[in-house]
């Protein structure tokens, strides 16, 4: 039980495209997802977190405009890179908690971007 | 906000020795401490948490220890594997902001 599946596992795009992941827990309601971000051989930086019905909490530094996120149901949130540069290409990973950040929280595997 | 401190980052050990990892935090108010293990290109996996109301967790050959008063947290490894080899990272959930903060990880290999 308690599985998060992402999607796509990969994307190349051009620059200023934008681009939409996917994040959904399969056998479980998340009311808490969470949107990380991972740089090579670095740790997990918490970009946002998100509650089903409401709107996300962003990290300091984080563009709300450039990073949106939709929880629109207890399985699903989306993070759309929008305008994607170079410097945006990343490891992006969701996570799901059936209730908050105080609870276990069930990763995805991952979407590397690669910007062109 | 809280800050979270881990080391070492790199950890070589062999074959059937111990392992330890060692995180300290900042916000005496962290209550709930996991601690995920990556392997490369894969998704982090929960292998053990423990809460502030416990000092010591223990699930087969992995453990977790809790200092409160000190604010460490440590995880220990016995008779290693190499498929224990993974970059390791220990959290701390600060109550304030309602999020997990993340130690920068420490890289495990077990040689054997």
């Known amino acids: 039980g308690a599985v998060v599946s992402q999607h796509p596992s990969w994307v190349i795009c051009k620059s200023g495209t934008s681009v939409k992941i996917e994040c959904r827990s399969l056998?479980?309601?998340?009311?808490?997802m969470f949107w990380y971000r991972q740089f090579p051989k670095q740790s997990l930086m918490l970009m946002a977190t998100?509650?089903?019905?409401?709107?996300?909490?962003?990290e300091q530094g984080v563009e709300k405009d450039k990073f949106l996120i939709n929880h629109a149901s207890l399985t699903l949130s989306t993070l759309t890179v929008t305008s994607a540069h170079p410097e945006d290409s990343s490891f992006y990973i969701c996570?799901?908690?059936?209730?908050?950040?105080?609870?276990?929280?069930?990763f995805g595997p991952g979407t590397r971007l690669l910007v062109l | 906000g809280e800050n979270v401190e881990q080391h070492p980052s790199t950890l070589s050990v062999q074959e059937g020795d111990s392992a330890v990892i060692k995180c300290t935090y900042s916000?005496?108010?962290?209550?709930?401490f996991p601690w995920y293990k990556q392997e490369l290109g894969k998704r982090p996996q929960l292998i053990i948490d423990?809460?502030?109301?416990?000092g010591e967790k223990k699930d087969q050959r992995i453990a977790v220890t809790l200092n409160k008063t000190a604010k460490h947290f440590s995880l220990h490894i016995t008779e290693t594997q190499p498929e224990d080899s993974a970059v390791y990272f220990c959290?701390?959930?600060?109550?304030?902001?309602?999020?997990?903060?993340f130690g920068k990880g420490t890289k495990l290999t077990v040689n054997p």
């Open positions: 996570s799901a908690s059936k209730a908050g950040a105080w609870e276990t929280q069930y």
């Open positions: 998100s509650n089903e019905g409401s709107k996300a909490t962003y």
């Open positions: 916000d005496s108010a962290s209550n709930y």
């Open positions: 959290a701390a959930y600060q109550g304030g902001s309602e999020k997990l903060v």
């Open positions: 056998d479980f309601q998340a009311t808490t």
């Open positions: 423990i809460r502030s109301n416990v």
